[in-house]
């Protein structure tokens, strides 16, 4: 009975310590996320990698949307001509809603002059503060999660005009990777 209890306890402590996986995040990922994503392209999106067919759906505004890579920890879609969007799962060293995972989001948005957006959430997918996990600058940038490893690249351009059109030049680029240290990007 005692040996039976002890196997129990240890298949319990394993089962819980269990990493979440990419395709799980991405099956849970809420409608306020990319709104014209449905649950079936979700769900068809992952069938498809997971059968190696391309993975590509028509999504709610009759464009089209393909999931490029997906691995345990990562994944990478183009939402449309313009938009992409990378996830990555990181590993923290304090827990965030009793989990010891959280998710990095970053979203490219535009064709030639790209900007991103970076953020954090539970595995619950609550929002948290970008503020605890990364300094970004305050200048437009683009924004690239490793497929590989918890790094980022960030490159800021300067352009010599700054009006929101598709001709800007650029002038200069500078770019930066940043580790995770199970805190935040350094």
């Known amino acids: 009975m005692r040996v039976t209890l002890i196997i129990v306890s240890l298949f319990i402590a394993l089962g819980s310590s269990a990493q979440t996986k990419m395709s799980q995040v991405l ?6 996320i990319v709104p014209y994503l449905s649950e079936n392209n979700k769900l ?14 028509r999504n709610q505004f009759e464009g089209k949307t393909e999931l490029t890579l997906l691995t345990d920890d990562f994944a990478s879609l ?3 001509e313009a938009t992409q969007l990378d ?3 990181l590993t923290v060293s304090e827990p965030v809603d009793s989990a010891s995972q959280i998710i990095c989001l970053v979203s490219t948005y535009g064709s030639d002059a790209r ?4 953020d954090f959430y539970s595995l619950k997918w609550r929002k948290l503060d970008a503020t605890k ?6 200048q437009m940038f683009t924004a690239q999660l490793d497929s590989q490893q918890a790094q980022m ?5 300067n352009f010599t005009e700054r009006p929101a059109n598709e001709e800007q030049k650029e002038t200069e ?9 199970g805190k935040r990007f350094k």
């Not at 099956?27 to 306020?32: N, Q, R, V």
């Not at 690249?153 to 351009?157: A, K």
């Open 153 to 157: 690249v960030l490159t800021i351009s």
């Open 27 to 32: 099956k849970l990922m809420p409608d306020t």
């Open 44 to 57: 068809d999106l992952i069938d498809f990698m997971d059968s190696n067919m391309k993975a590509e759906v």
């Open 78 to 80: 183009t939402l449309n």
């Open 173 to 181: 680029k500078m770019s930066f990777s940043l580790n995770w240290d």
């Open 87 to 89: 996830m990555r799962l």
């Open 133 to 138: 996990y990364i300094q970004h600058p305050a």
């Open 115 to 118: 900007d991103s957006e970076i």
